[in-house]
């Protein structure tokens, strides 16, 4: 039985405890994604309404996103969580309670959900940073592609649950189900009492993206923490052409799925039908390439990433290639297999480059992008595929990101990245005249 659980979870048990919490609160997330649009669309909403209560929930991130970094980075990190999955337990049990009873109102809902959204914004940040604190170095790409499995598989059971809910209880029921998933990871949070990163430190003999355990922010003023989290970013080139790659996947790529792939499908797959044999071979692939994420160990993780990322900005060709259904999902699951590659490598890159205690911050700046471009493209995709027509739209997004994606690996400091920072001993024995590279230095070493 042993040999069936990754050794990740057997050997880090604060994680593994963290590991179910989560896994329960992102499967009630994935049936939350698919019962709120019905449950507005069930107090009379339409189809304006669904999208005003969905952007009540991303605005909250577009605003507070950076202060959940500089707030990570000075607090302890699983409490920031705790309040966090609490506040959200909040928010889904009021929902379900105004559903259930029929008292629920657009505005109502729009509301909540703005609530969440802050919720989300400080959470996201934090759980990025708490994993090199749980986990040593050399163990977080595992870790991340276990939790990354549990996102893929959600996008593949979530909706599934979500339907058999909806249709026995209601989209108050299937709220209700959230509400308490979030009540279980809080009580995980709680459990685990505090968390310094020593353990992690001492087991990777101080190397990583640790950078002296419990080692909180200065305090120097919002403003000032921010910059110094911008700098961050700024004087390593791995991460910020990173970052510009990863907003061109979402800017470029993701309207294909969300916008565009629905419609063609409307218009010649035959519908929602075929649709969701698409997105579930995605979904498929994305679990595959998580699972490929824990067995493989490249040497150079970011470089393996980009071509990862050049994969999957195979998309939107993909779904524009007028090719029978089932030879879409078959190449849709190979893309998947390079979303997950790419963002479990970028994600425990981070981790292990960053100094932990500006981590937080570094990641609310990645979440930033990520969040708030991504509407951009999304709002653009209709238009220009009605000036052009959709396949033109689909073909010109692929040629666009997949030389974007290449073009990191034109860049020393990405294909040059370790996978993980120079042990101490190694730092000590290392050229030079004797003199040991801190974790700092390190860090700065790799731009």
Not at 37 to 62: K, Y
Not at 302 to 315: D, G, P, R
Not at 418 to 447: D, F, I, R, T
Request: proline letters at 5%; charged letters at 10%.
């Amino acid at each position: 039985m042993g040999a069936l659980i990754p050794e990740v979870l057997r050997t880090e048990r604060r994680f593994a405890r963290l590991f179910v919490g989560q896994s329960l609160s992102v499967l009630g997330d994935r049936v939350s994604f698919v019962a709120l649009p019905f449950a507005v669309l069930s107090i009379g909403g339409s189809a304006a309404d669904v999208g005003l209560v969905t952007a009540a929930g991303l605005l909250p991130l577009l605003v507070f996103t950076l202060a959940g970094g500089v707030w990570a980075d000075r607090m302890p990190r699983q409490w920031i969580m705790l309040a966090s999955d609490l506040l959200r337990c909040a928010v889904q049990t009021a929902a379900a309670v105004l559903l259930l009873t029929g008292t629920a109102r657009v505005g109502l809902l729009a509301l909540l959900m703005a609530v969440f959204g802050v919720a989300d914004a400080f959470f996201l940040p934090a759980s990025t940073g708490l994993l090199p604190l749980l986990v040593p170095a050399d163990r977080l790409r595992e870790a991340n592609a276990l939790r990354g499995f549990v996102q893929s598989t959600g996008l593949v059971v979530g909706p599934a649950l979500a339907g058999l809910l909806i249709a026995a209880v209601g989209p108050g029921g299937a709220l209700a189900v959230d509400a308490a998933s979030f009540a279980v990871s809080a009580a995980v949070l709680a459990r685990l009492g505090t968390v310094d990163g020593t353990a992690a430190a001492a087991t990777t003999g101080g190397a990583g993206g640790v950078d002296g355990g419990a080692e909180r922010a200065e305090r120097l003023g919002f403003l000032a923490e921010l910059r110094v989290g911008w700098q961050q970013v700024r004087s390593r080139t791995w991460v910020w052409s990173g970052m510009l790659a990863i907003a061109v996947y979402h800017v470029v790529v993701l309207p294909s799925v969300f916008v565009l792939g629905p419609v063609l499908a409307e218009r010649e797959w035959g519908g929602a039908g075929a649709w969701t044999v698409v997105v579930i071979a995605f979904g498929l692939g994305s679990i595959v390439g998580d699972v490929c994420s824990y067995r493989l160990k490249p040497a150079r993780p970011m470089a393996v990433a980009a071509v990862a990322m050049a994969v999957a900005s195979c998309q939107a060709a993909i779904i524009g290639s007028g090719a029978p259904v089932w030879v879409i999902a078959a190449l849709e699951a190979v893309t998947g297999v390079g979303v997950s590659l790419c963002f479990v490598l970028w994600e425990t890159s981070l981790q292990v480059h960053i100094p932990e205690r500006v981590l937080s911050r570094v990641s609310s700046y990645d979440h930033l992008i990520s969040v708030a471009l991504m509407p951009l493209g999304l709002v653009l995709a209709g238009p220009l595929s009605d000036s052009l027509g959709v396949r033109p739209t689909l073909f010109g997004m692929t040629v666009f990101a997949v030389p974007a994606a290449l073009t990191l690996l034109a860049l020393p400091a990405v294909r040059h990245l370790p996978a993980s920072l120079p042990s101490e001993s190694e730092s000590e024995s290392g050229a030079g005249a004797g003199a040991g590279v801190g974790l700092g230095s390190a860090a700065e070493a790799v731009v």
